[in-house]
């Protein structure tokens, strides 16, 4: 526990360090509200009551469409990569589509998917989805190929098939590659989320923020960056938990490698 607070202090001070900045500058050259309004002026404006209950709502808004697409972007990765490696050839044909997947701007591709699929749900959750599919369609590829050779050749002279060479060695040793690549779509989730909200949207931050942005409502827009900053580090830590927590196999040196890694 003391190990674990040894390292979380640091950044929790740099934070402190640069809000107690951030307020004193604001003080001291008498900075306009509307301009840069102070960290204690955005908590006042964030607790209004005729705030507080708007920011609750549209953050619950955010984090349902951002957990639905992730969940179904991860879903879709793991089945395409599966797929493009199980088919001799698939992994060479698709990788220029899957590069070119990536290609579009959110800015571009949301308006199109708005125009193809309305102004409902679907288009917010489609765009998510296909930036979270990605990365873990290239990380799961890549741990699917790098599977240990020797056991590899050990399964094949002992006449396994292809299947059980899939579920009882590859698979399994592309888990920690999955990982890597779920804890990118996490924080890029949210992210996509908010331009998606902000490009058409009823609710959600991205929809609050534009909101606010068009009354001038400077604390507001600070107060609902802030929650999606929180957002997009809570995801990102939930990713390394879930890690934690199933990737049990590994050395704990290589895991502590990954984590500084994906820090």
């Known amino acids: 526990m003391g190990n674990k607070w040894m390292r979380g202090w640091p950044p929790l001070a740099v934070i402190a360090l640069f809000a107690a900045a951030w307020e004193a500058a604001v003080r001291l050259f008498a900075i306009e509200p509307y301009i840069l309004p102070s960290p204690s002026a955005i908590v006042r404006e964030a607790m209004q009551p005729n705030v507080w209950p708007r920011l609750q709502m549209h953050t619950l808004a955010t984090v349902w469409r951002t957990l639905t697409g992730l969940a179904l972007g991860v879903l879709g990765g793991i089945v395409l990569a599966a797929a493009i490696h199980l088919t001799p050839g698939a992994r060479r044909a698709l990788a220029p589509l899957l590069v070119l997947s990536q290609s579009v701007p959110v800015i571009v591709l949301g308006p199109l998917l708005l125009i193809w699929l309305g102004f409902g ?34 399964l094949a002279m002992i006449g396994a098939g292809r299947w059980t060479i899939f579920t009882k060695l590859e ?45 001038f409502e400077t604390a507001r827009i600070f107060a609902g960056t802030i929650i999606i900053i929180a957002f997009s580090m809570l995801m990102f830590g939930a990713a390394a938990l879930a890690e934690r927590l199933v990737v049990r196999w590994r050395p704990k040196a290589e895991r502590r490698n990954d984590h500084a890694s994906g820090a």
């Open 121 to 154: 749900e679907e288009p917010k959750i489609v765009l998510i989805m296909l930036v979270c599919f990605f990365p873990v369609t290239v990380a799961m590829l890549t741990g699917l190929r790098e599977s240990d050779p020797a056991l590899l050749s050990y």
């Open 171 to 215: 698979l399994p040793n592309a888990v920690p590659y999955l990982f890597s690549g779920f804890r990118i779509a996490a924080a890029y989730s949210v992210t996509t989320t908010v331009a998606a909200e902000w490009l058409g949207a009823s609710s959600g931050l991205g929809y609050y923020i534009k909101l606010s942005y068009s009354g």
